[in-house]
C-alpha cells in the first residue's frame, strides 16, 4: 500500500471488496509493495511500443491510442482470478487525486474500462447484463500501485440486488445512500449514459460532492452499470474518508 491511515477514519478502505468479486492487482502482491510503478512500466515500456509498432498491444489485451498516448487508455489482464481487467491510462497519472484527471483534455478511462466488459463477456463465455458489471478506482490511501487503474469485475450478486431495488431512489445528484452495501454506507447518483463516452464519473464526483475536489485522494469510485426506465445509465457510488 503506498500510503498508510488508522482504520478508524474510514469509511471504506476497498471500495472495490464491498462490491466486486474481487479486485486484485495486475501484478503481484508482493512486487506491487516493491514496485508501486508496476503497471507504468508494463503499460509505457511494453504495451504503447508494441502497439505503435503494430505488433499488437501485448502483454495488455488492447491499447487504444485513436487519440494519442496522451488520451490513450489500455486494457491489461489482472493476475488475480479468471476474468477481471484493468484499464490503465497510457499518460503518465498518479491516481484519483491526480489534477490531470480533472482537465479537459483528460483520458476517459472509465469509457475505456467499460468497453472492457466485453473482454469479461470473452473469458466468461457468456453476455452479462450491464448490471452485472462495476468500475472501481480506489483512494489513494488504498491501493498498491502510483499508476491510475480502473478495475472492471462483475458485481457480487447480492450487492446488484441492493442496487436494484434502490435504483428508483437516485436522481441526478449525489446523495447519501440510506441502505448499506456489505455494512458500509456510500453516496450515489444517478448517471444515464451508454458507454460513459459521454461522461467521466470523477469529474461529477469532484464537481458534484461538496468538498470532494479538494480531497480527491481520499474518494474510491465505483460506476456500477443500469437501467433507469428502459435508458442505458450508471449508478455512481462513493465513499470518503472522515
Partial sequence: MSGTRGKGNFLLRFLSAALLLSAGLAVDPLAARADSMALWHIVHESCVPHAEAGEGPKPCEDVDLARGEAEGVAILKDLHGMWQMLAIPTRRITGVEDPQMLAPDAPNVFAGAWKAKALLEDRLRRSLPRESVALTINSKWARSQDQFHV???????????????????????????????????????????????????????????????????????AAVGATFGGKPGFILETAVST
Fill in 151 to 221: 478495475h472492471v469485475d462483475c458485481l457480487v450478486k447480492s450487492v446488484a440486488e441492493k442496487l436494484d431495488d434502490y435504483r428508483s431512489a437516485l436522481d441526478d445528484r449525489w446523495r447519501a445512500m440510506t441502505v448499506a452495501l456489505n455494512g458500509r454506507m456510500y453516496f450515489a447518483r444517478r448517471l444515464y449514459s451508454t458507454d460513459l463516452s459521454d461522461a467521466e464519473p470523477l469529474k461529477l464526483l469532484a464537481g458534484g460532492l461538496e468538498g470532494a475536489k479538494d480531497h480527491m485522494d481520499a474518494y474510491s469510485l
